[in-house]
């Protein structure tokens, strides 16, 4: 089954300068619930983002006026903790397509590629300037170039390149399946079984 | 022949394809499930139109949102129950072994696969649940997966994996009086910090592991991830065979033999590389208990919490905002600070060993009366065996209630919640906000630092009582 194609983006950004932002705040073990992967949006961040009646805490970033966009921007080891990837589905629900963070946890960054929501990982350096940046100016806009693997703050900031496995790229760039690809090679993963028996 | 590590060995042995510039695609051994990672994984498959590839290699148990009273009843919780009656529709059309909440093998998926026998060495295993690296403790290549990875599985048998680097963490020496293997952990994901082993799988290895128990081993093994490691194991010796052999699924007989050839090949070869290796001495360890909101942030029980300078200039807002929401400030001690709660279970340290030295200690004392403490086991197994031991009737003559299994008050998925502001010493293994409840404020500690506090009703260094 075909995905959605991913190739390049330009938009404004979200920032959380906060380190080591653990699946449990991304979406808490409460709203794990659902047997679909829709909706987790609603409960994104949803500690941070909401006291304990239920009222938006004006604080938190996702309740400002100040920003908006489709890139979230943050601190390093973003994704820590479980492996639920209901974190991912979160995140896309509500309707980020890119996280820029210095680094990400494993687990998190293979269920980001999975669900189509791209993980761009950047320099200390390039992640300081752009909070920096986007502390003075939040309508400054980012663009992600999957071919050519390049980050840029617009319109003559700096800018960056980002690794990415090719064989993900080229799923993202195509709109491949990794399921469509395993069921493709069955005829070997049953020859393997016949080899490897002890 | 090249020399290889035991990662090495499994791994590649387990590989079908190798995608040029790409991941692998990784043959899988044993694959276990568990109620909230399954679901829409099982949606994509019926979206497709395809079954399971191989049924067999797929084991389920409900564990994640189970209540930890009254199992016999059905679930209270009208999400949890559809969750869990899922689970069981989901096997029973596509036979996959399902334990069940009042069936004899229930419980934590990371307690049922090795006192089942089903996990062994040289196993590529994988579940959707990022504990599962506990199964490592066998010398097995066990990590945890994406619920489209889990699809995965049950579509080909097989996930898309990019091989990890190479890690050898090794601890040599004796442990000090009232140190445990939880401590070891903790102590290891203080030093090189909550994402310090990102991108690697790590082996642990030294006199230090080589004189640890089976289970005392899966402790350590199952809190890598909370290092940002893909997984962690310890090469298997006369210490897992002896743990493997009579269980119920088990090789037996001369399979049992030709397995054991197999898994005495397995250990890493005396000259083999690794690409990262860390060396710590098991005297420097002292009991260790967690001050913030990630297990990097721990301490040996008679230190203090940092003070602001000892924190990068960079990390110093998180460090504030974790603190803050602990409760805590910068250079505080932690023993003797207030408690309202203590946690004993999960996959982590909900297994037949730690219950026995919770109630070891705990015989002839008393619970401190300020305190709520929820004993939870890990398994129908390990409740038997409680209940059979007399570690039961030790708890309850000093005051404390043994529940029935499951994750419970880890993640506080089932009513098992900690109250807003309200502190836990909790033998679990992740203190993030909000992990045992909103609001609540975890400490992480081993089963010994939570007897001791169990009974003084404050953090308490267990080596006071020895």
């Known amino acids: ?198 | 022949m090249d020399s290889k590590t035991i990662f090495d060995k499994i791994w590649d042995r387990h590989i079908v394809v190798n995608i040029p510039e790409g991941p692998s695609a990784l043959y899988i051994d044993r694959h276990f499930i568990h109620e909230v990672t399954s679901p829409q994984a099982f949606g994509g498959l019926k979206e497709r139109g395809i079954s399971v590839f191989r049924p067999e290699k797929t084991v389920a148990t409900p564990d994640h949102n189970v209540p930890t009273i009254n199992q016999h009843l059905t679930i209270h919780e009208e999400l949890s129950r559809v969750q869990v009656d899922k689970l069981t529709e989901n096997c029973r059309d596509h036979n996959i072994t399902l334990y069940g909440l009042n069936n004899p093998f229930n419980g934590i998926v990371h307690v049922i696969g090795p006192e089942l026998g089903i996990t062994q060495p040289g196993m590529t295993i994988v579940c959707g649940d990022s504990h599962t690296s506990t199964h490592g403790a066998f010398g097995s290549v066990a990590f945890g997966i994406g619920t489209s990875e889990v699809e995965m599985v049950l579509a080909s048998q097989c996930v898309l994996q990019s091989k990890p680097k190479k890690m050898r963490i090794n601890i040599d020496g004796d442990l000090q009086r009232g140190v445990a293997s939880k401590d070891i952990i903790l102590y290891i994901i203080s030093q090189i910090s909550t994402g310090g082993a990102t991108g690697y799988f790590v082996e642990y290895a030294g006199s230090a592991i080589r004189s640890l128990s089976m289970e005392s081993r899966m402790t350590i093994c199952n809190m890598s991830i909370e290092m940002g490691a893909r997984g962690g194991l310890i090469a298997p010796d006369e210490v897992t065979f002896e743990y493997i052999k009579g269980r119920e699924f088990a090789p037996k007989g001369e399979q049992w033999d030709q397995k054991l050839e197999f898994w005495k090949s397995l250990p890493s070869d005396p000259d083999a590389a690794f690409d990262k290796e860390l060396f710590f001495r098991a005297g420097d360890i002292e009991p260790m208990i967690t001050y913030g909101t990630n297990p990097g942030m721990g301490t040996g029980i008679s230190g203090k919490i940092p003070s602001l300078q000892e924190i990068d200039n960079a990390s110093r807002n998180s460090f504030n905002k974790s603190l803050e929401y602990m409760g805590f400030s910068p250079g505080e001690a932690m023993e003797g600070k207030k408690v309202d709660y203590v946690f004993v279970g999960s996959c982590t340290n909900g297994r037949i060993e730690d219950l026995r030295i919770f109630a070891s200690f705990v015989k002839g004392k008393r619970k401190a009366d300020n305190l709520t403490v929820w004993i939870v086991p890990g398994s129908r197994q390990v409740e038997r065996q409680a209940e059979k031991e007399g570690i039961r009737k030790i708890l309850e003559e000093a005051g404390f209630e043994m529940r029935q299994p499951g994750c419970s008050a880890c993640l506080a998925m089932n009513e098992d919640k900690i109250p807003e502001g309200k502190y836990a010493v909790s033998t679990s293994n992740r203190n993030f906000e909000g992990r045992q409840g909103p609001g609540a404020r975890t400490m992480l500690a081993s089963p010994l630092t939570a007897a001791a506090t169990a009974i003084t009703g404050r953090v308490t260094d267990p080596r006071t009582f020895l």
Request: proline share 5%.
């Open chain 1, 1 to 198: 089954m075909p995905i959605e194609k991913f190739t390049t983006l330009i938009s404004e950004c979200v920032p959380l300068p906060i380190e080591n932002v653990d699946t449990d705040q991304i979406i808490p073990a409460r709203f794990l619930k659902a047997t679909t992967r829709e909706g987790f949006g609603e409960n994104l961040f949803r500690d941070w983002r909401y006291d304990k009646t239920g009222k938006p805490k004006e604080d938190f970033v996702l309740n400002s006026d100040r920003y908006s966009g489709e890139i979230l921007v943050a601190g390093k080891n973003f994704g820590s903790g479980s492996s639920r990837e209901h974190a991912a589905w979160a995140l896309k629900d509500y309707g980020f397509k890119i996280v820029a963070s210095s680094y990400f946890a494993d687990i998190f960054k293979s269920n980001s590629l999975n669900t189509g929501l791209l993980p761009v990982q950047v320099s200390e350096s390039f992640l300081a300037r752009l909070f920096e940046l986007l502390d003075t100016d939040p309508s400054i806009k980012v663009k992600v170039d999957l071919e050519n693997q390049l980050i840029s703050i617009l319109p003559d900031g700096p800018q960056e390149n980002f690794e990415i496995n090719t064989y993900k790229k080229n799923c993202l760039l195509n709109g491949y399946d990794d399921i469509d690809y395993l069921l493709s090679i069955k005829a070997k993963i049953s020859d393997w079984e016949k080899r490897m028996v002890i």
